[in-house]
């Protein structure tokens, strides 16, 4: 059964179409379902001007039936026989809405019952009615509830001249109960998404009996508990509520007689916190007219029909689809205002924004204010008035600025200002909130970067800190960077992260790049700009380029240092360590097919205190691309160096002579392992670099200081890799 469409006029009631809590059902009828231009099987029309139409002009949902013709005389569609042999008493309900903008006449619209479908009686008649807004019509049928059968027919009589169409939808035919029926949910609707709270739950008595109250449950488990009896009123104010958490209401209606039973539990989601935080921009443009977008509000006190606050397409936004319409009419005392969802730190904002009007000069101004209570105009103070004199019927710039704000209010008020004997809208779109102008200062976690790279390949793993040490917001822009000095162009930077938007405090990574055109020392100068004070911030770049056949593996300055671990660390008398470097790695050097490999080192940070005794590598072909599983697949076959006492040098690659070159196939990974020991004298000494991201499993080991391990398994690994350099030759061989 489909659902109903809210009707919400100051006369008509709300009707949903499956309706549960009364006596026995004979007919519910929303010919869902139906294709258009036909009728109900078994239903009788006396021609086609009945027909199925795919519209909801009677305030159901699309499909509903619909009367239209220009020719006069007698036009009725009646229903198949009903059984109603069992009731006791009848009532019925339907949707119409009748369109007749000239007026013609003399015709006539009625609802007719029958008990055979021949002799027929009128149970609501209206003569020449103009236009009949949507509405709900409920009939008593109790006469007739004697009858076994009953017929239903809708009759249009008469000239129909001019007359446009008549809709009918929703139609229910039940047992009227002496107690009340279940209520009907208004808002939210069943299952409704980001409702935004605080707001008022509502609701419409359902058929049957009057009741002389409710008992209202709500809670965050179903079943809800109790929560007030609400008498005399069909609403109720929720309060504060937690933001995205699942709700579930009940309503059970009561009169002297009783209640229904098995009333249902409805629920809905309450939406995100919709708290503005600057910078924050509005366009209208993300809901469906005329809705607002999640978080605004509105209120139109001493409405007329033309005095609304909606999302319009009409006339000419300035960004597409959508702006915020406020319009007033010319009764005196409106409220009419556009309401922002709450905004923080609202002394240290500004908003802008872009204003038209329509009938000038007989429009009306605009007052921006705050309130504390987006429901209550009285908490409504005005802040700033934009005249009249200052609108124009295209749109114009305005910027206000809340600096001079003392007050605690946190919600921001578009008011029409309005006048008797004045009509007018006032247009708003994209809407900017904005932190007030601060004093931002650049400042970075490094004056000078070094980095390394092989001539005509690139590394782009370097990165810088940049943050915000000052007030307000830092922007930078793409346009705000730039690389000057002699080798400039072997420098570049990432624009992945820009812009940048720092907020006091904040911070953000920079990516560098390096593409050394030629071996050799470069150096270059970054310049940085935006909006700080301190601008242009300069960062002093280095570089090392090395000859081709070098692949440097590993990039940046690892953030951690790890004093008792690494390749040529002495924490431990003895080690046995294994880590790979893959093809990839070597490849994006520019190495390619098969190399000889004739020197290989780490890049030590700072040296070992003592010598390192039997210093010994080996290197294998892998299809591993970490060290995940110890392999021990390793002989002396695979040994290519060996020092009895081996003291590295810090500060750069330690590069060593390979005693056997390694001859690298130009496909697979190379597993390094290294092994040492004894040494006389163990310390936190012996640093070497990370690469600057961690690598899972990148490194693994086993180590003592109480006996040889270096023949035992590798137990130990780790989530990060040293960095090292490979120096190759075109001829290949070795191990």
Request: glycine share 8%; hydrophobic share 35%; with cysteine.
């Amino acid at each position: 059964m489909k659902s109903i469409k809210l009707i919400l006029t100051l006369v008509l009631f709300l009707f949903i179409a499956q309706v549960w809590g009364q006596g026995t059902m004979y007919l519910q009828e929303d010919f869902d379902g139906l294709e258009v231009g036909s009728i109900p099987t078994g239903w009788t029309a006396s021609a086609d001007y009945w027909q199925i139409r795919h519209t909801n002009e009677a305030g159901g949902e699309s499909p509903e039936l619909r009367f239209n013709t220009s020719m006069s005389g007698d036009h009725s569609i009646y229903t198949s026989a009903i059984d109603i042999a069992s009731a006791e008493d009848l009532e019925m309900v339907f949707f119409q809405k009748s369109d007749d903008l000239d007026d013609p006449g003399p015709y006539t619209l009625s609802v007719q019952v029958s008990n055979n479908a021949t002799d027929w009686v009128d149970v609501w008649t209206v003569i020449d009615p103009a236009n009949i807004s949507q509405q709900m019509t409920v009939l008593s049928l109790t006469d007739y509830a004697t009858w076994d059968l009953i017929y239903l027919k809708w009759k249009f009589s008469g000239d129909a001249g001019d007359h446009d169409n008549w809709w009918i939808d929703n139609i229910t035919l039940y047992e009227p109960t002496a107690y009340p029926g279940e209520a009907q949910p208004v808002y939210p609707s069943d299952g409704d998404l980001d409702i935004l709270a605080p707001f008022s739950l509502q609701w419409n008595q359902g058929l049957s009996a009057d009741p002389d109250g409710y008992e209202l449950y709500l809670g965050t488990e179903p079943p809800p508990p109790f929560i007030q009896d609400i008498e005399g009123d069909t609403s109720y104010y929720t309060g504060e509520l937690q933001y995205d958490t699942v709700y579930y209401w009940q309503l059970i209606p009561y009169n002297d007689f009783g209640s229904p039973e098995n009333c249902p539990i409805w629920s809905f989601t309450t939406g995100p916190d919709p708290e503005i935080v600057t910078p924050a921009v509005e366009s209208f443009d993300s809901v469906s007219q005329p809705d607002l977008p999640y978080g605004w509000r509105k209120i139109v006190e001493n409405p007329s029909a033309s005095a609304k606050v909606v999302t319009v397409r009409y006339p000419s936004p300035r960004s597409t689809p959508n702006q915020a319409q406020i319009a007033s009419t010319s009764a005196a005392e409106q409220n009419v205002m556009l309401i922002s969802p709450p905004v923080a730190n609202l002394a240290e904002s500004r908003i802008r924004f872009w204003l038209k009007t329509t009938y000038l000069p007989n429009a009306g101004a605009m007052i921006i204010g705050t309130m504390s209570d987006p429901f209550d105009s009285s908490s409504f103070t005005g802040f700033h008035t934009v005249p009249v004199s200052e609108m124009s019927t295209s749109f114009q710039e305005f910027l206000i600025s809340f600096e001079d704000y003392t007050g605690t209010d946190a919600y921001i008020a578009f008011k029409h200002a309005g006048s008797a004997g004045v009509s007018s809208s006032l247009y708003i779109d994209d809407l900017s909130f904005e932190e007030l102008p601060g004093t931002p200062i650049i400042t970075s976690d490094v004056d000078f970067i070094e980095m390394l790279a092989t001539e005509n390949a690139t590394t782009s793993d370097y990165f810088i800190q940049l943050s915000n040490d000052g007030t307000g917001t830092l922007i930078i822009e793409e346009s705000d960077i730039s690389i000057s000095g002699d080798n400039a162009e072997e420098f570049g930077f990432s624009n992945d992260s820009l812009p940048i938007s720092l907020a006091q405090g904040e911070s953000a990574e920079l990516s560098l790049s390096f593409s050394p055109l030629s071996a050799g020392e470069k150096s270059a100068v970054l310049l940085i700009s935006g909006n700080a004070v301190n601008a242009p911030y300069t960062i002093e770049l280095g570089g090392i380029g090395y000859p081709e056949g070098t692949a440097i593996l590993g990039h940046g300055i690892d953030p951690e240092t790890h004093p008792t671990d690494g390749p040529v660390n002495i924490f431990f008398k003895w080690q046995r360590a294994q880590m790979v470097y893959t093809a990839e790695e070597i490849l994006a050097n520019g190495i390619s097919g098969s190399n000889m490999l004739t020197h290989f080192g780490y890049y030590v940070i700072s040296a070992p205190e003592s010598p390192i005794v039997n210093y010994r590598i080996k290197m294998k072909h892998t299809a591993a691309t970490n060290v995940t599983n110890h392999d021990d697949n390793l002989t002396d076959y695979n040994e290519v160096y060996f020092s009895s006492l081996y003291m590295p040098s810090a500060g750069d690659y330690d590069v060593l002579q390979l005693d056997t070159p390694f001859g690298w196939n130009g496909i697979d990974n190379i597993l390094v392992e290294i092994t040492f020991g004894g040494v006389e004298s163990t310390s936190s000494s012996g640093i070497n670099r990370m690469y600057n991201k961690p690598v899972p499993n990148g490194y693994r080991s086993v180590r003592s200081s109480t006996g040889n391990i270096t023949g035992q398994f590798t137990n130990q690994t780790r989530n990060w890799k040293p960095q090292a350099i490979m120096t190759f030759s075109e001829n290949a061989g070795g191990p």
